[in-house]
């Protein structure tokens, strides 16, 4: 009987050992990752650069447009808008496109305009900071102009994708 | 244990439950449907576990399907039974499994199905007092945004 | 109830001075720290002794079933991304395969390896989460939140490469993947696999046998084998009870047959089990990593989506092992491009049904507890 | 008159000073541990951050709930920061830097830190929010259980020296600092312990537990009144730390530096310790606490008293 609560009691201070000393352990994981790298970035100052095929805004080069309507089609959320004419240029019939529109509010940046397009005309960008003042901003973003997203972003220069 | 065999023994068992022939489910009358599926879960095929309940609407009529699994046979069982559009009520599989109590909520919720003797028959996904049932196909409202039409639009190539 | 040594008779109940017990309600949710997103739960209180939990649901509800009805095939697939943002890949896969067995479509064997080996490394993101957010709802303060969320930013890194994006992949295509593995992906999975085993020490050392976080967790939220079974409980929630059950091992899909692994399972089903079975499904996945990275054959995964999917009319069940569960998409066709209805069968949705059983009778602090060890995703059970 | 208003000045300037300070401090030391930079853009490694801070809570909106008891509501954030305010008085900073050396420092500062919890239980119940009502009462029931090791374990560096005197204890520390010995060392983790639940820190913080009540018993306060909470509970800590120094480590004594330099690195040693364990432990549980403080730390500390006794009378 005696021996049996001598073990508890050893049990006892066995199990509170091994508490304090998982505790002292976690806390020495804490202490040896004061010291090791730090893994942020002071972000608006420093910037990571976008990847290869970061998925951005939509942008389009109008001059490789064919208008083949691919885009509009595989749009999952009817987020592009385009419009074209048939006009005669030197008595050749050629197709020139009334409207190109995006619309940012309805773009769900899965990048499969850029997949589908046969001729690499509209791709999606690297720009990734897009905050503006008016919802209006981002509704209607004229794709044929080429200074398009420079109300969102003053940096903005259209860039061919490489 | 595959689907001719299930059948059979349902067959054998419940004479003249099973509904039309399918190549993919077990068809059952709505009347027996929890004669069957007390009967699946306690014999020996064990379906213990009520994976998914769901329906379809096909316009003429609505089915609810139910896909039972047995980690015996490791056999996925597709149930279905077919409910007459004016007749949206079916018995509850909830005393059987549990998991049907929130599945049969979201069928009512969106489709309007009402399972009798359920527990906790209210709407789950939408707000509780609004009386549409959106995955029904004639279901429809003026502010969806719809893809665009885009048939035999094409210019170049 | 605390009215036994007490003479229920001598209070006159019309008196406003008598002592008056009474149930406290509290609305957890569905802005609360800790509900992981936008659930409201009911909870009818007992001083701090949850006496009854009634979730309420669909704060994220956005009928993606209905949104597939409308599109076709190939469109519905960033859909998935959303459903359970935490594993993107995993629900782009579990859609792929069921249009594919639709479709009787063939996929060359190196997109095969492609998918598994990114499949399990998105499983190991949303297990990280989910050890983490287990560990802030405890109370440890952020620390291994960050660690986690450090840990898996390797993962996001390799996916961002991969496929442009962070969150939101849509990386995987019916029939194939978009991108191939970029150069040197190789041994950059290598490297991260070789520095989060070391990682996953730490976590060991930090939370696993803390004396503090075992007191907190085992022996709370038991989920008893039976229960989890007819509640259609699965995934890691399921194993953790004790029922060794793995799709990839049972009924393998893409190529898992061919891999060597172990199904970790728990045995008290509470909730240090369930937080232990994920860090170890973390190892299970690093082994068949190396594994398909060992014998990944040569090939052109990637296909075209300029196709139109037209499959016969029909219908197809099919689940995947997601990391919250069996992600199962019932897809019925009328042989058009559009599905006629597309059912997700989301792991999360049962597993939080089962959550009001599970919280009954323990503390308010143990419910946050148990509510974080099942792992739940918001966007998932409301899709 | 005019020292006395002084001396007024100068502990609540250093009261503000100290809690700005703290704040920083512990937002760096958190940063550390988590692989951060933490604040770094106001000022030098965003010294001046806090002060940003309490710009911005200055001239926040002052939100006063609907159907909060508007009396116990607007009191209760001074009846969190007055207390600690009040315990400066009697610190010995220094050789000679003392308010007031009262000759029953210890019960003096002992009962002005328990005194916050009237604060903590009128935020929790004048709020009428749920969250803040549980908060408030298990910030009572766990102040007044762990406001009995704490004290226990201050007996004995009571019954050591002899007097309550602060500056007294101090002195009597000269030739050695109590927690060299046995069991004034084992008082001392007891007294830490207890003082990191007697101020709410993590791993005891269930008070304002934000994983399960939101923010416990402030969740209803915004703007300044948010501030005090937040002044109160820093300089609670500055208190229990400096107290520790005090009774434990030889408050000010020390070689070479000036004396209040040491009296400072000492309470900021420990105070660096109580953050380096919030940043690493999960909390526990409210009834774990209890039974932890009922069923250990009482026993223990009544223990330690009788051998510590023992030891006074045979030594």
């Known amino acids: 009987m005696h021996k049996r609560a001598g073990m508890g009691m050893l049990r006892k201070i066995k199990v509170f050992y091994l508490n304090v000393k998982s505790l002292l352990v976690g806390m020495k994981v804490t202490f040896k990752n004061m010291f090791a790298p730090r893994v942020t970035l002071q972000y608006p100052q420093e910037k990571q650069p976008m990847k290869e095929n970061f998925r951005g805004m939509v942008d389009l080069i109008p001059e490789d447009c064919v208008i083949c309507y691919q885009c509009i089609r595989i749009c999952p959320t009817a987020a592009l808008d385009l419009g074209h004419k048939q006009i005669i240029v030197d008595e050749k019939k050629k197709n020139e496109i009334t409207k190109f529109t995006f619309n940012t509010e309805l773009c769900c940046f899965c990048g499969l305009c850029e997949e589908i397009c046969p001729t690499e005309a509209i791709f999606l960008n690297k720009m990734y900071e897009v905050a503006a003042f008016r919802h209006e901003d981002l509704l209607k973003i004229d794709l044929m102009d080429a200074q398009k997203y420079k109300h969102l972003d003053k940096n903005y220069i259209f860039k061919k994708k490489e | ?157 | 109830m605390p009215m036994t040594n007490f003479d229920i008779k001598n209070i006159d109940p019309e008196k406003e001075d008598n002592l008056s017990f009474e149930e406290l309600i509290v609305n957890m949710g569905p802005q609360h720290p800790s509900t992981h997103g936008v659930l409201y739960l009911e909870l009818t209180l007992d001083g701090e002794v949850v006496l009854d939990c009634r979730p309420h649901i669909g704060y994220l509800h956005r009928s993606c079933e209905k949104i597939a009805e409308n599109r076709t095939y190939v469109q519905f697939i960033p859909f998935t991304d959303r459903l359970d943002y935490l594993a993107s890949m995993n629900n782009n896969l579990g859609y792929v395969l069921t249009v594919e067995k639709l479709l009787n479509l063939q996929v060359n064997e190196r997109a095969q390896y492609i998918r598994v080996i990114i499949a399990e490394l998105n499983r190991v993101a949303s297990h990280l989460i989910s050890a983490g957010t287990l560990a802030q709802d405890l109370g440890a303060y952020a620390t291994p939140l960050f660690y986690c969320f450090r840990d898996r930013e390797k993962i996001v890194e390799l996916f961002d490469t991969l496929c442009g994006s962070r969150l939101t992949y849509n990386y995987m295509r019916i029939g194939g993947v978009k991108n191939d593995l970029p150069p040197g992906a190789d041994t950059s999975i290598k490297s991260f696999i070789k520095y989060e085993r070391e990682k996953l020490k730490e976590y060991d050392d930090l939370l696993t046998y803390n004396a503090i976080f075992l007191s907190r967790t085992k022996k709370v939220g038991i989920l008893k084998k039976e229960v989890a079974i007819n509640y259609s409980i699965t995934g890691p929630n399921l194993r953790a009870s004790g029922v060794p059950w793995d799709l990839r091992k049972e009924e393998p899909y893409l190529v898992y047959d061919r891999f060597n692994f172990d199904v970790p399972v728990g045995e008290a089903g509470d909730a240090w089990d369930r937080f232990k079975v994920r860090l170890e499904e973390i190892e299970q996945s690093f082994r068949i990593i190396e594994q398909a990275l060992g014998g990944i054959p040569e090939g052109n995964p990637t296909v075209k989506i300029n196709k139109v999917y037209k499959p016969a009319a029909g219908e197809v069940y099919l689940r995947t092992e997601n990391p919250k569960g069996e992600l199962g998409f019932y897809i019925v066709s009328d042989g058009t491009t559009k599905p006629y209805r597309n059912k997700i069968r989301s792991p999360s949705f049962s597993n939080l049904a089962v959550l009001p059983e599970l919280v009954r009778g323990v503390n308010i602090s143990d419910a946050v507890c148990v509510l974080g060890s099942l792992d739940i995703v918001m966007g998932e059970i409301d899709r | 008159m005019k020292t006395l208003i002084l001396q007024g000045l100068a502990v609540l300037g250093f009261v503000f000073f100290s809690a700005m300070f703290l704040v920083w401090w512990e937002r760096k030391v958190s940063a550390l541990i988590q692989n951060r930079v933490g604040p770094m853009v106001v000022g030098w490694h965003g010294t001046l951050q806090t002060v940003a801070d309490s710009v911005k809570l200055l001239l926040k909106e002052n939100i006063v709930p609907s159907g909060v008891d508007k009396l116990i509501w607007w009191l209760a954030p001074f009846f969190v920061v007055v207390p600690p305010v009040m315990a400066f008085v009697t610190l010995p900073f220094g050789k000679s830097m003392i308010v007031r050396d009262l000759n029953v420092g210890v019960l003096y500062v002992a009962s002005m830190t328990a005194i916050c919890v009237l604060g903590i239980f009128m935020a929790g119940w004048g709020s009428s929010n749920k969250y803040s009502l549980l908060g408030g009462m298990r910030a009572a029931a766990q102040i007044i259980s762990y406001e009995i090791p704490l004290l226990l374990s201050s007996v004995l560096v009571v019954m050591e020296t002899g007097t309550l005197s602060l500056q007294g204890i101090v002195e009597a520390q000269a030739h050695g600092w109590f927690i060299l010995k046995p069991h004034l060392a084992i008082a001392f983790l007891i007294y830490l312990i207890a003082a990191t639940a007697e101020v709410n820190r993590c791993p005891f913080d269930i008070p304002e537990a934000e994983s399960e009540l939101g923010a416990g018993y402030h969740t209803e306060y915004t703007g300044m009144k948010f501030a005090m909470f937040f002044v109160g509970e820093y300089t609670s800590f500055f208190i229990v730390a400096a107290m520790a120094t005090t009774l434990f480590l030889g408050g000010w004594q020390g070689p070479f530096l000036p004396s209040f330099v040491w009296f400072l690195i000492k309470t900021y040693g420990i105070i660096f310790v109580l953050m380096w364990v919030r940043w690493t432990l999960p909390r526990v549980r409210m009834d774990q606490m209890m039974s932890f403080a009922w069923k250990v730390l009482t026993p223990i500390s009544l223990a330690n008293l009788l051998i510590g006794g023992w030891f006074m009378v045979n030594a």
């Open chain 2, 1 to 157: 244990m595959d689907l001719q065999e299930l059948t059979k023994i349902l067959n054998e068992r419940f004479p003249g439950v099973l509904g039309e022939e399918n190549k993919t489910a077990v068809v059952i009358k709505k009347e027996s449907l929890l004669e069957v599926a007390r009967f699946l879960r306690e014999d020996d095929c064990a379906f213990e576990n009520l994976h998914c309940v769901t329906a379809v609407d096909r316009r003429d009529k609505m089915e609810l399907v139910y896909h039972l699994y047995s980690f015996k046979l490791k056999f996925m069982l597709t149930l279905k039974i077919y409910l007459a559009s004016d007749d949206l009520a079916v018995e509850t599989l909830s005393g059987i499994w549990k998991s049907a109590n929130w599945l049969e909520r979201e069928v009512y919720d969106l489709f309007g199905i009402k399972f009798l003797n359920h527990p906790d028959m209210r709407r789950i996904l939408n707000p509780e007092e609004w009386t549409d049932y959106p995955l029904r196909k004639d279901f429809d409202r003026p502010d969806f945004i719809r893809l665009p039409q885009t048939e035999g639009l094409k210019a170049g190539g």
